[in-house]
T-cell receptor, first 114, second 116 residues
Framework: AQSVSQHNHHVILSEAASLELGCNYS??????LFWYVQYPGQHLQLLLK??????LVKGIKGFEAEFIKSKFSFNLRKPSVQWSDTAEYFC????????????FGIGTKLQVIP | EAGVAQSPRYKIIEKRQSVAFWCNPI?????LYWYQQILGQGPKLLIQ????????DSQLPKDRFSAERLKGVDSTLKIQPAKLEDSAVYLC??????????????FGPGTRLTVT
């Protein structure tokens, strides 16, 4: 079974600081990888996704993530965070065997201080 | 396009009572998911439907939880009887259900259940 590890559960940054949130997964086969975000009071929504091709994926609001197969990692980055990036971020990895089942990480709460 | 709708948004019940949640997915989405999200944890899949058939219910506590998706559209999730540890947010999500779409899921606002 797939497992997902998010290393930072609570991150506090000042505006303009750089962000990197770690995500590691266990399944070594073909993977599709996702980051979802939940802003305060809003639904979970897709931030970015990787399926194939360029391992550096760009998402909404200036976020990007890099798929490193050898390290089983898919870390989320943003060069300069804003107060509006305050949210909870979830890494998600589909299990093998089709039918679109995903396993979510525990989530990282990001708090950006103005 | 309209998003995933869920009701109610909040529910408070006493233990041993029953409760039901409703979900209306995005029109045309074949796959529907119910997740349980306990405070401080990520969403945990309870059950996944492909049209009106169950494709995964391995983490559904079947002695007390049940779900159905009649006609392959709306779905209901029921808990009977509820326990204190069922306090959580219950999320419904849907996806197109084909590999080209890449498994992107669209989530509803969730139902926050408190069992006292």
């Amino acid at each position: 079974a797939q497992s997902v590890s998010q290393h930072n559960h609570h991150v506090i940054l000042s505006e303009a600081a750089s962000l990197e949130l770690g995500c590691n997964y266990s399944y070594g086969g073909t993977v599709n990888l996702f980051w979802y975000v939940q802003y305060p009071g809003q639904h979970l929504q897709l931030l970015l996704k990787y399926f194939s091709g360029d391992p550096l994926v760009k998402g909404i609001k200036g976020f990007e993530a890099e798929f490193i197969k050898s390290k089983f990692s898919f870390n989320l980055r943003k060069p300069s965070v804003q107060w509006s990036d305050t949210a909870e971020y979830f890494c998600a990895v589909p299990n093998s065997g089709g039918y679109q089942k995903v396993t979510f990480g525990i989530g990282t709460k990001l708090q950006v201080i103005p | 396009e309209a998003g995933v709708a869920q009701s109610p948004r909040y529910k408070i019940i006493e233990k041993r009572q029953s409760v039901a949640f409703w979900c209306n997915p995005i029109s045309g989405h074949a796959t529907l998911y119910w997740y349980q999200q306990i405070l401080g944890q990520g969403p945990k899949l309870l059950i996944q439907f492909q049209n009106n058939g169950v494709v995964d219910d391995s983490q559904l506590p079947k002695d007390r939880f049940s779900a159905e998706r009649l006609k392959g559209v709306d779905s209901t999730l029921k808990i009977q009887p509820a326990k204190l540890e069922d306090s959580a947010v219950y999320l419904c999500a849907s996806s197109l259900g084909n590999s080209i779409a890449g498994h992107e899921q669209y989530f509803g606002p969730g139902t926050r259940l408190t069992v006292t």
